[in-house]
């Protein structure tokens, strides 16, 4: 069981910048791929980045892809978010997720392969 607690979404201006984290419990922290979704009001949730246990392999969506940085702290069982050139269409509830396996690349994007979800952090960007 892992529970997960995001942190550090705020309201930011069109071009700013902001860092989510995600504050993981239990000990096997390295043993879970981790991702960032997020949702919209009346749209469907979306993957943003994803990393893999040991930090080496991450995935981006193609609309954050040179924006937004996914890292993890194995140490610290915490996964972050680095924002920057945030953009209006950016503002959704971010939501962070845990998964013990990742057999293909591309099931990183699945949300529901995730079976572990925190709550959500609002980020809301103003134009």
């Known amino acids: 069981q892992v529970q997960l607690v995001e942190s550090g979404g705020e309201l930011v201006q069109a071009g700013g910048s902001l860092r989510l984290s995600c504050a993981a419990s239990g000990r096997t922290f390295n043993n879970y791929a981790m991702g960032w979704f997020r949702q919209a009001p009346g749209k469907e949730r979306e993957i943003v980045a994803a990393i893999g246990g040991s930090g080496v392999v991450t995935y981006y969506t193609d609309s954050v892809k040179g924006r937004f940085t996914i890292s993890r702290d194995n140490a610290k069982n915490t996964v972050y978010l680095q924002m920057n050139s945030l953009r209006p269409e950016d503002t959704a509830v971010y939501l962070c997720?845990?998964?013990?396996?990742?057999?293909?690349?591309?099931?990183?994007?699945?949300?529901?392969?995730?079976?572990?979800w925190g709550q959500g952090t609002q980020v809301t960007v103003s134009s």
């Open positions: 997720a845990a998964r013990s396996r990742v057999p293909n690349y591309g099931d990183y994007a699945k949300a529901n392969n995730y079976p572990y």
